[in-house]
T-cell receptor, first 113, second 114 residues
Framework: GENVEQHPSTLSVQEGDSAVIKCTYS??????FPWYKQELGKRPQLIID?????GEKKDQRIAVTLNKTAKHFSLHITETQPEDSAVYFC????????????FGKGTTLSVSS | DGGITQSPKYLFRKEGQNVTLSCEQN?????MYWYRQDPGQGLRLIYY???????QKGDIAEGYSVSREKKESFPLTVTSAQKNPTAFYLC?????????????FGSGTRLTVV
């Protein structure tokens, strides 16, 4: 399958700090770049997404930035809170797979108070 | 469950048995998907369907089969050919027009081989 890499695999921060998770992909034709959050025992939920004609998108404390030339996009969480603790997945749309999203292996974010 | 229902929540399978996981949606979504989730592996695509009576293999389709006879339903059969079926299975759906690719997930089925 297509190569989707997430880094880091685990991230621990203090409450109030910022967190950044990076996702690299191999398909240069990708044009949709979402991030999902999965809390323990729950289903993944879409938290933010960006399309290839936009470089950055913000929604309150979270933002996504896209660098299509370098084929990576990043999730930024500012002023982290304990409820941000979860597993985060990037899932770029790979055109060869139609509308199917290819998920990274996930980043476990732990926010300690 | 937010318009997409998976059942059962827990399922136990004996060696050599086929089992079928149910996924039903009332969101009028065109596309449906099956993913398998293992610890540390993220979500891996098993099968997907963008239209009734048509489906495509994902990265790990071996040992699985699907059908899409109705828009609302996309059942997954885990066959005895799947050597390591113990996992958490997630079904999702999405619309395919208007560049809105966001998924709605079901709550999942946890399958255990006993």
């Amino acid at each position: 399958g297509e190569n989707v890499e997430q880094h880091p695999s685990t991230l621990s921060v203090q409450e109030g700090d910022s967190a950044v998770i990076k996702c690299t992909y191999s398909d240069s034709a990708s044009n949709y770049f979402p991030w999902y959050k999965q809390e323990l025992g729950k289903r993944p939920q879409l938290i933010i997404d960006i399309r290839s004609n936009v470089g950055e998108k913000k929604d309150q404390r979270i933002a996504v930035t896209l660098n299509k030339t370098a084929k990576h996009f990043s999730l930024h969480i500012t002023e982290t809170q304990p409820e941000d603790s979860a597993v985060y997945f990037c899932a770029p749309l790979i055109n060869q797979a139609g509308t199917a999203l290819i998920f990274g292996k996930g980043t476990t974010l732990s926010v300690s108070s | 469950d937010g318009g997409i229902t998976q059942s059962p929540k827990y399922l136990f399978r004996k060696e050599g048995q086929n089992v079928t996981l149910s996924c039903e949606q009332n969101l009028n979504h065109d596309a449906m998907y099956w993913y398998r989730q293992d610890p540390g592996q993220g979500l891996r695509l098993i099968y997907y369907s963008q239209i009734v009576n048509d489906f495509q293999k994902g990265d790990i389709a071996e040992g699985y089969s699907v059908s899409r006879e109705k828009k609302e339903s996309f059942p997954l059969t885990v066959t005895s050919a799947q050597k390591n079926p113990t996992a958490f299975y997630l079904c999702a759906s999405s619309i395919v027009t208007g560049r809105n690719y966001g998924y709605t997930f079901g709550s999942g089925t946890r399958l255990t081989v006993v």
